[in-house]
T-cell receptor, first 118, second 113 residues
Framework: GAVVSQHPSRVICKSGTSVKIECRSLDFQATTMFWYRQFPKQSLMLMAT?????????EQGVEKDKFLINHASLTLSTLTVTSAHPEDSSFYIC??????????????FGPGTRLTVL | GESVGLHLPTLSVQEGDNSIINCAYS??????FIWYKQESGKGPQFIIDIRSNMDKRQGQRVTVLLNKTVKHLSLQIAATQPGDSAVYFCAEIISGGYQKVTFGTGTKLQVIP
């Protein structure tokens, strides 16, 4: 099946620094990728939809200048948390939708990145 | 054992029993639904899906039921095993466009050996 990877799996950073998280589709091309955020014991909340070669679409309440998304190729999207603060500590998960196949409804999820801001 | 929608976040069942996890979805325009399993510290894993033109779909040990009239989904797991312990999310999608996935609040399934 389709595989999505994320890197890093865990990151600890100091308050005020920026952190970049990568999401890769390993064996398929993904025109669209999605970024989610999940707090402990809560559901996944969609942050933004990332489209290859164009600007991301952010959900209401998500600061686009704080959560920078770049989808420069059909297999890679990056999320950069700028000037991170402790309240940004969370589990960040990406998903990718396979392009050019019959079933484009299924999204494949990455393993997630645990961000801890000290 | 059976959960009662979103107000019962934890469901405990004996190993070997059947589990029923319920979910109420919000958007009547949603036409595609997926159940995901999430183990601690991992991303969601696809279990089974169903489209709105069906009311039942079966997989290996799992069955999804869809009642569009009351906007209700259920996931039935037969002969529950310890490896089934996880949090289960239902997700609703409107096909076409960006196909944004909206997740339910989730139910934690605990299997008692």
């Amino acid at each position: 099946g389709a595989v999505v990877s994320q890197h890093p799996s865990r990151v600890i950073c100091k308050s005020g620094t920026s952190v970049k998280i990568e999401c890769r589709s390993l064996d398929f091309q993904a025109t669209t990728m999605f970024w989610y955020r999940q707090f402990p014991k809560q559901s996944l909340m969609l942050m933004a939809t990332s489209n290859e070669g164009s600007k991301a679409t952010y959900e209401q309440g998500v600061e686009k200048d704080k959560f920078l998304i770049n989808h420069a190729s059909l297999t890679l999207s990056t999320l950069t948390v700028t000037s991170a603060h402790p309240e940004d500590s969370s589990f960040y998960i990406c998903s990718a939708r396979e392009s050019g196949t019959k079933n484009t409804d299924t999204q494949y999820f990455g393993p997630g990145t645990r961000l801890t801001v000290l | 054992g059976e959960s009662v929608g979103l107000h019962l976040p934890t469901l405990s069942v004996q190993e070997g029993d059947n589990s029923i996890i319920n979910c109420a979805y919000s958007n009547s325009a949603s036409d595609y639904f997926i159940w995901y399993k999430q183990e601690s510290g991992k991303g969601p894993q696809f279990i089974i899906d169903i489209r709105s033109n069906m009311d039942k779909r079966q997989g290996q040990r799992v069955t999804v039921l869809l009642n569009k009239t009351v906007k209700h989904l259920s996931l039935q797991i037969a002969a529950t095993q310890p490896g089934d312990s996880a949090v289960y999310f239902c997700a609703e999608i409107i096909s076409g466009g960006y196909q944004k996935v909206t997740f339910g609040t989730g139910t934690k399934l605990q299997v008692i050996p």
